[in-house]
């Protein structure tokens, strides 16, 4: 399974020529992806997350994002998933109070990649 390429300086000249769309990203530290995220279309576009990151910087615990990658798909959450198995980033439970280590996510809830901050906190 391929994996967003390429990727792009985390500026913010860079993330402004995000795509304003649905689709899934990645943040890297250089080549070590940190997390992966989605965005469902709408207001919530690859672009508003990826600034929203930007806005939040190292504040959030996720270290020193260099790069970011995205990808443009009809389904976020499943591709999200998708991503996060190719990356081999583990996955947690999205649900409230859910442990990294529970069980797998059903499949009708998605699950995000964990990491020391989950690309999904950024709201």
């Known amino acids: 399974m391929s994996v967003v390429v390429p ?30 995220g989605h965005a469902r279309g709408g207001v919530d576009t690859i672009r508003s997350r990826l600034l929203a990151h930007l806005a939040h910087g190292e504040a959030a615990g996720l270290g020193p994002v260099t790069h970011y990658s995205w990808e443009i798909c009809r389904d976020p959450l499943r591709r999200e998933a998708q991503v996060a198995a190719a990356l081999e980033l583990r996955l947690r439970d ?4 859910a442990k990294p280590d529970a069980e797998p996510a059903p499949a009708d809830r998605p699950a995000v990649a964990v990491s020391k901050w989950s690309a999904r906190e950024s709201s």
């Open 94 to 97: 999205r649900t409230a109070g």
């Open 7 to 36: 990727k792009w300086r985390f500026t913010q000249a860079m993330v402004e020529d995000a795509p304003d769309t649905k689709g899934v990203y990645v943040l890297w530290a250089d080549g070590v992806p940190l997390a992966v």
